[in-house]
């Protein structure tokens, strides 16, 4: 599948736009890594746009993203696809062993709460969001609380990244589809 067929893929079973936005968001983070580390970006963008293309249909961690696989196969995804998509799950049996399993789980978590900083901020912007405005409210564990900051710190470990490194790239990254994401937002406001 190329891009726009791998997008029309997701629609198909996605009715979320947050969640579109969220997978978005880690396709972005993706290919920025892929172009930073000299990787194949359309292999690593994909995988990232897919990685929780049913969540909408298996919404919990016993489903998902196991039963999404044998979907994925019948649409010709490739198995180092669907391979690094079940490994972003806390599954023993799809260890984290390539550089591209790694990257999407550090990628994954870490948007949502970039996300959330970025929407409570005045200018609702991506555009002046800075890793420091991130850690401020890493701190306060009721913000964003549905996302795990111990799975953040284990991704950006386990990928051999600074966390706050981690972050600023994750930020540039989504910077550049922010008008897709709805996060351009006003910046000085």
Known sequence: MNRDETLQFVRKYVKSESLVRHM????????????????????????????????????????????????????????????????????DEFPRDTLLKRALFACDEITGLITAVALVRPSRSLMDLEASSVRKKWKDKAFAAGTDRGLMELGAREFGVELWEHVSNVITAMRGIAEELDLVGSPGS
């Open 24 to 91: 978005l968001s880690v396709e972005a983070a993706m290919r920025f890594y892929a172009r930073k580390l000299g990787e194949d970006e359309e292999l690593w963008g994909l995988t990232g746009l897919l990685h929780d293309f049913d969540w909408e249909i298996h919404p919990n961690s016993e489903e998902h993203p196991l039963a999404g696989a044998p979907i994925l196969r019948e649409a010709g995804v490739s198995e180092e696809m669907i391979t690094a998509i079940l490994s972003h799950a806390e599954l």
